[in-house]
């Protein structure tokens, strides 16, 4: 399993950023695909997954702002983010079945 994550930058705070999940070396279509992000000097935290059906959940802090989707036939999961906030600065990483994809760096300023 291999994952890729892409689409990070600097953004000013109330902008909005879209990371991408390239997946190989598994069935795509059925397995649940999760983004986490990790802050300087803080543990990893689960932000969102989607289930192979669509079925998602997202952490308090980004309801109503980040939006998870998939596309299956391209293999590709997607992290919209909206209304950035600077405490959103982090390393977002894609995950599926225990394996992180290298991250991308988002940093929002104030």
């Known amino acids: 399993v291999q994952l890729q994550a892409s689409g990070g930058g600097l953004v000013q705070a109330g902008g909005s950023l879209r990371l991408s999940c390239k997946a190989t070396?598994?069935?795509?279509?059925?397995?649940?695909i999760a983004w986490y992000r990790q802050a300087p000097g803080t543990q990893r935290e689960l932000v969102t997954t989607?289930?192979?059906?669509?079925?998602?959940n997202y952490v308090d802090s980004v309801k109503g702002r980040f939006t998870v989707s998939r596309d299956n036939a391209r293999r590709l999961a997607y992290l919209q983010m909206d209304n950035l906030k600077p405490e959103d600065t982090a390393v977002y990483y894609c995950?599926?079945?225990?394996?992180y994809g290298r991250g991308t760096l988002v940093t929002v300023s104030s």
């Open positions: 995950e599926t079945l225990g394996t």
């Open positions: 070396g598994l069935h795509f279509a059925i397995n649940t």
């Open positions: 989607i289930s192979s059906s669509g079925h998602t």
